[in-house]
């Protein structure tokens, strides 16, 4: 699974990327973040959950930011605990455009659980309300 999203934010670079570079503070702006625990300067556990109907779907990550440049930032999944687990990875990209900065998310998952029907759905409608949010937790 593949996907890409963008939204434009009234705000300033400064203001933007301390809320994308720290996965601590997606739960502010994205739903499907239900917690984040972090381990060190560059890694958080995370728990994403997604409620369909009466049931909820859940998935812990321990998560690694591999790539910190000014206007480019890449989390990886980095579990420690010797399984094979699916690939995960979120390309946060920052464009500044007057005083706006486009912010591009590609999220890539090559496991089953998120994917297909319903939860595709549930994800896609996370994401519409995170693209609402993030203009407004910037902005506070």
């Known amino acids: 699974m ?4 963008s939204v434009h934010v009234p705000a300033a670079l400064e203001l933007v990327r301390p809320h ?12 499907l973040v239900h ?12 728990e994403l959950r ?23 930032i890449v989390f990886q999944r980095n579990e420690v605990d010797g399984k094979s687990h699916a690939p995960w990875l979120l390309f946060v ?3 500044v455009h007057q005083a706006e900065t486009l912010v591009s998310v590609e999220i890539e998952y090559h496991g089953t659980l998120w994917t297909g029907g ?9 994401i519409a309300v995170a693209k609402e949010l993030l203009p407004r937790v910037c902005s506070q």
């Open 20 to 31: 994308v570079e720290d996965l601590a503070r997606y739960n502010a702006w994205m739903p």
């Open 93 to 95: 990209t920052l464009r």
């Open 50 to 72: 997604a409620k369909v109907g009466p049931f909820a779907r859940s998935k812990r990550l321990r998560m690694t930011k591999t790539v910190d440049e000014p206007t480019r």
């Open 118 to 126: 319903l939860l595709d759905k549930v994800l896609r409608d996370h």
């Open 35 to 46: 917690s984040v625990e972090q381990v060190d300067a560059t890694t958080w556990n995370v």
């Open 2 to 5: 593949r996907l890409d999203e």
